[in-house]
Every structure is written in structure tokens, then in C-alpha cells.
């Protein structure tokens, strides 16, 4: 089943903004803008303090660290 509710139990949350119009893009916000996050078990209320839009094909991903022991490639 792909319905919502699927889709919020594994991890994903749905933002729209108070008149519950979904939020797609950072171009739908602005500052002090409040947002309604619905998640698995509720939903959470949030007002925007700043926003950042990415670059195209820029990901947001941390860098990974180095395990420990682990030989580095040369």
C-alpha cells in the first residue's frame, strides 16, 4: 500500500503550510512563515527562521568519516 500513512511510517513527513497547502519547494516559504509537519505519529508546528536552497545537483549529504583502522585508498 502507497497511501500516506505508508509513506510517513517509513520515515518521510509531509509539510504544508497553516491553510495546508504542501510546501514542495524553499520558493513556497518565507521567514516567520508557520508550517505544520505531519509525521507517523502527529504532526509538529514550526515557524520558518531561515532557509537555505541548494544548488542544482547539490546534495545534502555529511562527509563520510574515516572508519578506524580501515585502510585508505592510495
Known amino acids: 500500500?502507497?497511501?500516506p500513512d505508508a509513506?510517513?511510517?517509513r520515515g518521510y513527513t509531509i509539510t504544508t503550510?497553516?491553510?495546508g497547502n504542501v510546501i514542495r519547494?524553499?520558493?513556497s516559504v518565507q521567514h516567520k512563515m508557520r508550517l505544520r509537519t505531519?509525521?507517523?505519529d502527529?504532526?509538529?508546528?514550526s515557524t520558518v527562521t531561515e532557509e537555505q536552497a541548494r544548488g542544482a545537483?547539490?546534495?545534502l549529504v555529511e562527509k563520510?568519516?574515516?572508519v578506524a583502522g580501515a585502510t585508505q585508498p592510495t
Do not use: C, Y
Not at 502527529?42 to 508546528?45: F, L, T
Open 57 to 59: 545537483g547539490e546534495r
Open 1 to 3: 500500500m502507497l497511501g
Open 42 to 45: 502527529g504532526e509538529i508546528e
Open 7 to 9: 509513506t510517513l511510517q
Open 38 to 40: 505531519r509525521v507517523s
Open 64 to 66: 563520510a568519516k574515516p
Open 25 to 27: 519547494s524553499i520558493t
Open 17 to 19: 503550510d497553516v491553510d
